[in-house]
């Protein structure tokens, strides 16, 4: 049979393939696909900005260097989407592909990793040409599978993920908090926001306020943590007047993945000293400061993004966000209703959809 995996630029050279597990079949029988051998599950896209189709796919070949994963746990987040969209700075995804920049499961196959050991794994689905996690299997790089050793349930992990990494290395590495520094989060609903309200209880800030959208982002918010939640207006004279009274004084450190009149706001109560780390525009990708405001207490705007961390760094963060005070609410669906999932994520749910590939 013609190898379907061939074509592929990043499987250079296969190791040899595990073996097969299900029986031979063809076809389509009562709305059931049938698999063929060598292939399995998995969401698969086909055109871009459009969701993924559950279907029977080719099962990853994983190339030298590579580790096959039997996925657990798969989450769908904001940069699957957007690298599915074939209009972001990713350019347009090569189709079909199987998303999913992240994901947990256990190894089933390589020569880097213990056979049956529980990992999580990144991938680079949607950004280079190869498949991702929203499968029953997936091939990757050796590099980017990391050991798991913690009490929390694959989807608890597999929802922390990227968020957690992010909203750790805002704090610890981009913004160098000190115990005992006041930390505001924005878009404090969100995983990352949850994550980073997480973070700051687990590294002993002095006290921790979230700003995000009244309803069920404020009641996220609240679960993961916060002394107090701030409702989101987009007025920035007022939020600013909110923000005060809430951090009872000026803020050492802002984690802000929304950017926009949350930022602006967030900015004038800056502590001297005080750091804003950008990692996100859910609500704009425009902000404006202050000179003064900003000079006047030598006070910091930095960016953030995970793409620059190093696997050790990744790796490390990953295993101190899944180990600390960290939870992101989230649902788990059938890897069969991944559409599903990636419709409820496209319009802002607000909890983070898991596929369960055994679900
Ligand atoms: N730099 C990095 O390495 C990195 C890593 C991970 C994520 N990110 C980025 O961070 C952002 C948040 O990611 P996430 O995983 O937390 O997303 P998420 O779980 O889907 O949450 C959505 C976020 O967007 C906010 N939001 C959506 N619509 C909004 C609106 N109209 N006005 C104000 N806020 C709005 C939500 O605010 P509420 O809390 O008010 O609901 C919430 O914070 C995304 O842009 C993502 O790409 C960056």
Same mark, same amino acid.
């Given at each position: 049979?013609?190898?379907?995996?061939?074509?592929?630029?990043?499987?250079?050279?296969?190791?040899?393939?595990?073996?097969?597990?299900?029986?031979?079949? =063809?076809?389509?029988?009562?709305?059931?696909?049938?698999?063929?051998?060598? #292939? =399995?599950?998995?969401?698969?896209?086909?055109?871009?900005?459009?969701?993924?189709?559950?279907?029977?796919?080719?099962?990853?070949?994983?190339?030298?260097?590579?580790?096959?994963?039997? %996925?657990?746990?798969?989450?769908?987040?904001?940069?699957?989407?957007?690298?599915?969209? +074939?209009?972001?700075?990713?350019?347009?995804?090569? %189709?079909?592909?199987?998303?999913?920049?992240?994901?947990?499961?256990?190894?089933?196959? =390589?020569?880097? #990793?213990?056979?049956?050991?529980?990992?999580?794994?990144?991938?680079?689905?949607?950004?280079?040409?190869?498949?991702?996690?929203?499968?029953?299997?997936?091939?990757?790089?050796?590099?980017?599978?990391?050991?798991?050793?913690?009490?929390?349930?694959?989807?608890?992990?597999?929802?922390?993920?990227?968020?957690?990494?992010?909203?750790?290395?805002?704090?610890?590495?981009?913004?160098?908090?000190?115990?005992?520094?006041?930390?505001?989060?924005?878009?404090?609903?969100?995983?990352?926001?949850?994550?980073?309200?997480?973070?700051?209880? =687990?590294?002993?800030?002095?006290?921790?306020?979230?700003?995000?959208?009244?309803?069920?982002?404020?009641?996220?918010?609240?679960?993961?943590?916060?002394?107090?939640?701030?409702?989101?207006?987009?007025?920035?004279?007022? $939020?600013?007047?909110?923000?005060?009274?809430?951090? +009872?004084?000026?803020?050492?450190? %802002?984690?802000?993945?929304?950017?926009?009149?949350?930022?602006?706001?967030?900015?004038?109560?800056?502590?001297?000293?005080?750091?804003?780390?950008?990692?996100?525009?859910?609500?704009?990708?425009?902000?404006?400061?202050?000179?003064?405001?900003?000079?006047?207490?030598?006070?910091? %705007?930095? +960016?953030?993004?995970?793409?620059?961390?190093?696997?050790?760094?990744?790796?490390?963060?990953?295993?101190?966000?899944?180990?600390?005070? $960290?939870?992101?609410?989230?649902?788990?669906?059938?890897?069969?209703?991944?559409?599903?999932?990636?419709?409820?994520?496209?319009?802002?749910?607000?909890?983070?959809?898991?596929?369960?590939?055994? +679900?």
């Amino acid at each position: 049979m013609e190898d379907p995996t061939a074509s592929r630029p990043s499987r250079a050279r296969a190791r040899p393939r595990p073996e097969a597990r299900r029986e031979p079949a =063809s076809g389509e029988e009562d709305g059931v696909l049938l698999l063929q051998r060598g #292939h =399995s599950y998995a969401a698969v896209l086909h055109t871009p900005g459009e969701p993924p189709a559950y279907r029977p796919h080719p099962d990853p070949v994983p190339a030298v260097g590579q580790t096959l994963v039997r %996925v657990t746990a798969a989450p769908v987040v904001p940069l699957d989407l957007l690298c599915a969209s +074939g209009t972001s700075y990713f350019g347009r995804p090569a %189709v079909p592909y199987v998303p999913g920049v992240q994901g947990v499961g256990v190894v089933a196959d =390589s020569a880097a #990793h213990p056979t049956g050991a529980r990992v999580w794994f990144a991938t680079a689905a949607g950004t280079a040409p190869g498949d991702g996690s929203q499968a029953e299997r997936c091939a990757v790089a050796d590099g980017d599978v990391v050991p798991l050793d913690v009490e929390l349930p694959d989807p608890a992990v597999a929802a922390i993920g990227l968020s957690g990494v992010a909203a750790w290395m805002a704090l610890t590495w981009r913004a160098q908090l000190r115990p005992g520094e006041r930390v505001l989060v924005l878009g404090a609903g969100g995983a990352v926001g949850q994550a980073a309200i997480g973070a700051a209880r =687990s590294l002993d800030a002095g006290r921790v306020v979230a700003v995000c959208r009244p309803g069920p982002s404020a009641e996220r918010a609240a679960r993961a943590g916060a002394d107090e939640v701030v409702p989101l207006t987009e007025d920035v004279d007022e $939020l600013a007047r909110r923000l005060a009274r809430a951090c +009872g004084g000026d803020v050492d450190v %802002v984690v802000d993945p929304v950017f926009g009149a949350a930022a602006t706001a967030a900015s004038r109560v800056l502590a001297p000293g005080g750091r804003l780390v950008n990692l996100g525009g859910a609500s704009g990708d425009t902000a404006r400061f202050s000179s003064a405001v900003l000079r006047s207490r030598s006070a910091s %705007v930095l +960016g953030y993004t995970n793409n620059a961390l190093t696997g050790e760094q990744r790796a490390a963060a990953l295993a101190c966000a899944a180990a600390g005070r $960290l939870a992101v609410d989230h649902e788990l669906l059938p890897l069969s209703r991944a559409a599903e999932g990636w419709a409820r994520t496209a319009a802002g749910a607000g909890r983070r959809v898991v596929l369960s590939p055994g +679900g």
